[in-house]
């Protein structure tokens, strides 16, 4: 009894320790993470940790500040959330659409929860409304084959439950929200991510190897469940050769059969 | 000349066995290794948009419409199988040029094997994970040592006919 009960609290603290939620955990407390360099302009506020790595160039803060959060500049913590990031960045890759709207401006849009796939760019002008459906913890998932832009002004709009918490942009090269944009959810962009003056993000700015540029915005993460909540896309599997046992009984049969055949060899002499 | 001693053989074998595998340790090895691995994928991939198909890839993952992916990690480019080829072509009793062109020809074989197993592994585990798992731990598997068996018999076979009838000369 005893001992199931201590491999019970193993196994629990193993799955603890492997959880997604814990890989991501790191990650999550960032509002801006940039790959090469963050640039400010103006009084800009950002809610949450701000971090760059592996490059090492932050400049305009002041006079942007940073709230609720410090600077890591390319440090382990910076380090691990870049690599959380690459996690994330596969993970939202990975997930299956469930509609495909290449060629479609987000914009005069309703979409209910789900992942949205743009095999190239994608472009937002005016407001997009995700409906959240009365649940609270809905995703929508916005996986983008290029670039994604917003026109001035433009904005996504949160009803019935949707929060910015379970909405994820998957950027394939960079974004940049044009003037007085206001977006919800986290932008994970391979290469950069630009926020024209005035812009604001409600989630999460997160440049995997390019520059993050601010201009007098306002980056404010989610209080919710984090980045966490967000489904799981299928495992990439990866396919070994040969499993160990499999190479060492073909090392064996070809030690045989050599040995064999030299001997053949030996005798036709 | 060449003697043709099994036990020579199994030693030779071995040692070069242990020393390409102790090489595919070091990081300078490692890295090439996973440079070759990349090269793979990009191989791969080209072959799938070449014959019209749809796949992404992101470095070393070869992944589908769908969100299916298959990742050539550690393991899985056949240097190893290549390896073991080439330890056994190296401890035949062999001319040099018959050699050279075993381990030539040996590793075409087994390599261009290992883009067909991973093209086919990215579009059965799209249609089926069962049968993914079942292709890639025993059908594979099967093939690529019966494969590397067959073309280390075949090779042999061809490599100990000049040194026979050199000896059988003397």
């Not at chain 1, 790191?26 to 302009?41: D, E, K, R, Y």
């Not at chain 1, 997930?95 to 849009?109: E, F, I, M, R, Y």
């Not at chain 1, 050769?241 to 059969?257: E, N, V, Y």
């Not at chain 2, 290794?33 to 791969?44: G, I, K, N, Y």
Request: glycine content about 12%.
């Amino acid at each position: 009894m005893r001992r199931s009960r201590l491999a019970g609290l193993i196994v629990g603290i193993a799955a603890l320790f492997y959880s997604p939620a814990t890989a991501l955990a790191q990650l999550s407390s960032f509002g801006v993470l940039g790959g090469s360099a963050i640039t400010n302009t103006g009084p800009t506020g950002v809610n949450g940790n701000l971090g760059i790595s592996p490059g090492t160039s932050v400049t305009g803060f002041p006079p942007g500040v940073v709230t609720a959060g410090s600077m890591h500049l390319n440090d382990a913590v910076a380090a691990q959330a870049q690599s959380d990031l690459t996690t994330f960045y596969n993970q939202l890759a990975g997930s299956p659409c469930t509609a495909n709207l290449t060629g479609q401006d987000l914009g005069g849009l309703t979409l209910m929860p789900g992942v949205y796939c743009f095999d190239s760019s994608a472009q937002l002008t005016g407001t997009l409304i995700l409906n959240g459906a009365g649940n609270s913890a809905a995703t929508f998932i916005f996986k983008i084959g290029s670039t994604l832009t917003t026109a001035s002004a433009s904005s996504v709009s949160l009803m019935n439950g949707a929060s910015s918490c379970g909405v994820a942009w998957q950027v394939g090269s960079s974004a940049t929200l044009g003037s007085g944009t206001a977006l919800a959810g986290t932008i994970a962009a391979l290469t950069s991510i630009t926020l024209n003056t005035g812009s604001s993000l409600n989630g999460r700015a997160l440049a995997r190897n390019g520059a993050v540029t601010l201009d007098t915005n306002n980056v404010s993460f989610c209080s919710g469940p984090g980045l966490s909540n967000l489904p799981a896309p299928p495992e990439v599997s990866g396919v070994p050769t040969m499993s160990l046992p499999a190479l060492a009984g073909l090392a064996l049969l070809l030690a045989g059969l050599g040995t064999v055949l030299a001997r053949k060899a030996q005798a036709s002499r | 000349m060449f003697s043709p001693s099994p036990f020579r053989f199994v030693l030779i074998f071995g040692g070069c066995m242990l020393f390409a595998f102790g090489a595919l340790l070091t990081p300078a090895v490692q890295s090439l290794d996973a440079r070759f691995s990349s090269v793979l994928v990009q191989l791969s991939h080209g072959l799938i948009l070449a014959c019209g198909g749809h796949a992404t890839r992101d470095a070393a993952i070869l992944r589908a419409p769908g969100g299916f992916g298959v990742e050539m990690r550690d393991g899985c480019n056949a240097v190893n199988v290549t390896i073991l080829l080439w330890s056994a072509v190296l401890a035949f009793p062999a001319p040099w040029k018959m050699k050279a062109l075993g381990l030539a020809a040996g590793s075409v074989i087994i390599q261009a094997l290992n883009v067909v197993r991973f093209i086919s592994l990215f579009y059965v585990g799209q249609y089926s994970i069962p049968w993914f798992e079942f292709a890639h731990a025993y059908l594979w598997e099967s093939l690529l040592v019966l494969d590397t068996m067959v073309v280390f018999w075949v090779w042999a076979q061809r490599a100990a006919r000049p040194a026979a009838t050199a000896h059988a000369g003397v």
